[in-house]
């Protein structure tokens, strides 16, 4: 007999699990032990439509009986594909055939499918510096070689995109794809202007690449105009966009989607199983989004507001007069603080964990560095009392840190 070793896993492992070891991925529940949870960006369970998805539940049953626990179509369900699209036609006027929407395990997994279709190991790609990190942890295990854009109050800034694709140009090398976060990014706030939209297109077509368009947040504005999609300004098949149900309905559901020209939807089905994802939960949420769409994101647009708008009082309250810069997205669930000059980040951190406060700092959202002198708070999880009460605690906490 063998005596039992452990596998060498350094010699087994797969490229890609070896390139993206210790890349840390958000947490999956707020943190237990924190006073105040302004780290992640976790839907608010009190707007989570408890007795709808229960009704919802046995709709389902009902209608369709126990085939409803069967396997499903590869593409994903057609009932959520449906409601996608007329989510896309009653809030964007925007028509998008059922055939080109495949549904995913949230939306971090329908980015994934995009990456695991275009991005080999060191392949370019371009991204918003900063940009939401549980995307950087995806990227990073697909081991792309990540080329920084900076943002401004319009969005990605599409003369340094320019510029970082003609430096592959002239190494010779392709970019595969350009990431962006339109709507309220994640973290710094923008919503991504007509302007910019119209010549990142453009640039895609210059320089032969595609865009991702990640789009988690769009129907919670809460001022503002909305722009279109880049998705439906492109004539050109270059946009694979990104959903989900996440930040709608709940993340517990993990149903997402990505929504792209017909002839890429089998490079993605390719990274599925058969059976379709989430078959069984997709008809109860379609069950429930059907009858309610519109006044439950109604709802919900109106409980963010008011979170934000208290967790922003607190803010300025306390750092009225300092020279911090402190976002007001339109929507979303974040808001991005510059620290003031001199804040020394030692003493926010012991001043932050002394008062409980969960907050993520802005190293975690830059691909090659930067960052040390910001914050992200998650104002969707507290109620608008605590996001108030807590924001003076980080604020009085930022001031004493200089
Ligand atoms: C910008 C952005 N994209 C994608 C996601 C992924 O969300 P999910 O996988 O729950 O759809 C998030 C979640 O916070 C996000 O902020």
Redesign the pocket.
């Known amino acids: 007999m063998t005596t039992p070793t452990n596998p060498r896993l350094d010699d087994l492992l797969s490229t890609r699990a070896r390139i993206g070891w210790g890349a840390s991925a958000?947490p999956a529940r707020p943190v237990a032990e924190a006073l105040f949870e302004f780290g992640g960006?976790h839907p608010d369970p009190s707007s989570f439509p408890y007795e709808g998805m229960i009704e919802a539940t046995a709709d389902v049953m009902k209608a369709e009986g126990a085939p409803a626990l069967s396997y499903g179509e590869p593409q994903g369900y057609k009932g959520l594909r449906e409601l996608v699209a007329h989510k896309y036609r009653l809030f964007e006027n925007l028509e998008v055939p059922t055939d080109n929407i495949i549904v995913s395990n949230?939306?971090?997994?329908a980015?994934s499918l995009a990456f695991s279709a275009f991005v080999d190991v060191g392949d370019p790609i371009l991204s918003e510096a900063p940009t939401?990190s549980?995307?950087l942890a995806t990227i990073r295990r697909h081991g792309a070689r990540v080329l920084d854009v900076p943002l401004d109050a319009e969005g990605m800034d599409t003369a340094v995109a320019r510029q970082q694709l003609e430096k592959l140009r002239s190494e010779g090398k392709l970019c595969k794809l350009i990431y962006t976060?339109v709507n309220f990014q994640?973290p710094a706030g923008p919503t991504m202007s007509r302007r910019r939209r119209e010549e990142l297109i453009a640039l895609a077509h210059e320089f032969d690449t595609l865009i991702l368009e990640?789009d988690?947040?769009g129907e919670l504005r809460f001022e503002g105009q909305a722009h279109p999609s880049l998705y439906a300004l492109d004539k050109g098949g270059r946009v694979i966009r990104?959903g989900?149900l996440?930040k709608i309905l709940g993340?517990g559901v993990r149903l997402?989607w990505l929504c792209a020209p017909r002839q890429m939807i089998p490079a993605f089905q390719g990274f599925l199983f058969g059976g379709g994802v989430n078959p069984y939960v997709s008809r109860v949420a379609t069950f429930y989004m059907r009858e309610n769409l519109v006044p439950h994101v109604a709802r919900l647009v109106d409980i963010y507001r008011l979170k934000r708008d208290a967790m922003l009082k607190g803010l300025w309250e306390v750092l009225g007069g300092t020279d911090v810069e402190i976002s007001k997205p339109e929507g979303g669930f974040f808001i991005w603080i510059k620290l003031p000059t001199g804040t020394k980040i030692e003493g926010l951190r012991e001043a932050a964990v002394k008062s409980g406060i969960q907050f993520t700092w802005g190293p975690a959202f830059y691909a090659n560095g930067g960052g040390e002198g910001f914050i992200r708070l998650a104002y969707s999880w507290e109620p608008p009392e605590r996001n108030y009460e807590g924001a003076k605690l980080i604020a009085q906490a930022i001031k004493n840190a200089r």
């Open positions: 958000p960006g949230g939306s971090g997994h980015l939401f549980g995307t976060i994640n990640d988690a947040y990104a989900t996440s993340a997402g």
